[in-house]
């Protein structure tokens, strides 16, 4: 089974363009947030990204709301958006949570959830899932330019209680494209530009 995964494409066409793309080769497609800028955007690269025909899971980022999200893929049918839900395709079980976690610095516009929040949020994600965060795990992939640990507590304690399969996640653009193993558990910080990885 192949996964298209990408993230933060802040409006940017060209780079929705590529993803469209490279959907064309995989089975499934995993949106990780910020699709557009602080709200601003949102409705065009969502029209842009229905262009994708296989089946798309999509989490909203700090820069738009699931209300704002749901709203802009009304009209795109293989689209499932996840925030404090799952989903099944394929036999695989699939559960989002989006927005900023902690709470970033970037005030009242950012879309965000303490950690507490947080747990919540995941209280009915099962094992062995697949996690699609826009935040990354504290610690994982979540270093910022001046090497400050940006991630999550809670991604982070999900992983090492509950070992899902993957955990797709944004956020911290300086780990865009990279990936981490912690035990079994693989992370990646997938990007604009977009990564493809096979489950077996």
């Known amino acids: 089974m192949k996964l298209l995964l990408f993230s933060d494409l802040h409006s940017d066409s060209k780079m929705a363009s590529h993803i469209i793309e490279k959907s064309e080769d995989v089975d499934i497609v995993i949106g990780a947030g910020d699709f557009c800028t602080i709200h601003l955007g949102l409705k065009d690269i969502i029209s842009q990204l229905r262009a994708i025909t296989k089946p798309t899971v999509l989490v909203p ?3 738009e709301t699931l209300d704002e999200l749901r ?8 689209a499932e958006i996840l925030h404090g839900a799952g989903t099944e395709i ?3 079980h699939f559960y989002g949570i989006g927005g ?3 709470v970033t610095p970037f005030g ?4 965000d959830f303490s950690e507490e929040e947080a747990e919540e949020l ?4 099962p094992a062995k899932s697949i996690l699609v965060s826009h935040s990354p795990p504290k610690g994982i992939l979540d270093s910022s330019s001046w090497k400050k640990s940006l991630g999550s507590t809670t991604i982070r304690n999900f992983i090492d209680e509950k070992n899902p399969r993957l955990v797709v996640c944004g956020h911290i653009h300086e780990s865009a494209g990279r990936q981490e193993c912690v035990r079994e558990t693989l992370v990646v910080n997938a990007g604009p530009k977009g990564v493809i990885i096979e489950l077996t």
């Open 90 to 92: 394929n036999n695989l």
């Open 61 to 63: 980022g700090n820069s």
């Open 100 to 102: 900023g976690i902690p």
């Open 108 to 111: 009242s516009w950012s879309y």
């Open 122 to 125: 995941l209280l009915d994600c």
């Open 71 to 78: 709203l802009a893929s009304k009209n795109w049918e293989n």
